[in-house]
């Protein structure tokens, strides 16, 4: 397989972050045999909508957000909790600033499959979601920040349509972007709106939803699964995601069992499909935390149990 | 205000958190060290380091800091910055 873009990306983090190898070399091994076809399908869509430029801006952006996330986590391991609690605390700090949020959100881009874990959960994404929808789908996306999952579903279906809704307009800019390199900006549109006002929108309007690592952003949860169940069609699928005891600057909400997730989807008339939980091999020393990331694949039931 | 070290002072007790932190009693550092020299630092060793750093000479880094950090010598100019303020 030609993979130019991955190439360069490879011997850009080789020379300038070595650090940062080690970990990309466990994600190549966690799925060696798709490794190289999701990273160069994301690498490819990064260098349209950025140019070349695109990867060592993206990986600066992901060795930062990395180390972020391990200074926190290294904090959290200290304090026994996470730093903020305040929604509006970080919507202050963090996502009304574009500056911050664009390289932010270029380094969770290249998480999705230079995390080993999280490359575990793209396979699954695929696996069991992508290939639970039909080709002309109509998804909505809850808060699609970078919008590479949202994108990759209109890659899979050739007729589906996308609607994306984020708090943040960097959100909104990038994901745009994204969606247009990847040459499916005809079939996507996002708007800037919290997650939590989508129950204005037309009940059972989707046949599926992502909603990818929101819910730990959230003070109150609850509320999102509700939009959820508002959105989905009778016996529609969604793709939800959610962090487990794995601080970061913005997680307010501490999930510390994956029972939580799956209790929260149960209470609000989704059934439990299929669910994986993945943490990172490399801990700090003396962890007390497995900071882990949970996906659950859900389904409207049409009836009491089902 | 906190005492200032010497570049020497502050690279010797750098030395010994090395060792600690890579459980290698013969580990030698000097500025020019890098990941390229200690194959077991890897960005998850980085972040142990610097608690460790942290600990030691009771400074606290921001992670745009502690990402930016190229070598033993970018330590030792950050440690000398902040002790200095």
Known sequence: MNTPNLDAMLEYVRKRHRRSWRGVEEARAAIPARFDAIAEMFLGWLVKACGESGIPLAVDAFVQFTTEVNLAQARYEADGHYQNSSFAEVYADHYSQDEVMSGYLWGIYLTNFLWAHHAEICVFYRDYFLNRLSPSSQLVEIAPGHGGWGVWALNTLPQACLQGFDISNSSIHIATEVSRAAGYGDRARYAEKNALDLREMAPQCADGVICSFLVEHLEDPRQLFAVIHHLLKPAAVGFITGALTAAQVDHIYEFRYESELMQLCEEHGLRVLSTLSVGPKRLLPNARFLPRSMALIVQKRIADTF | ?85
């Open chain 2, 1 to 85: 205000m906190k005492p200032n070290r010497t570049q020497s002072e502050c690279l010797e007790r750098l030395n010994e958190i090395f060792r600690d932190v890579f459980d290698d009693e013969d580990l030698i550092i000097t500025r020019e060290t890098s990941a390229d020299d200690i194959a077991e630092w890897d960005s998850v060793m980085h972040v142990s380091l610097i608690i460790e750093i942290e600990k030691a000479f009771g400074i606290r880094f921001s992670s745009t800091e502690v990402a930016q950090l190229q070598n033993v010598g970018d330590l030792v100019d950050l440690i000398n910055t902040k002790a200095v303020k």
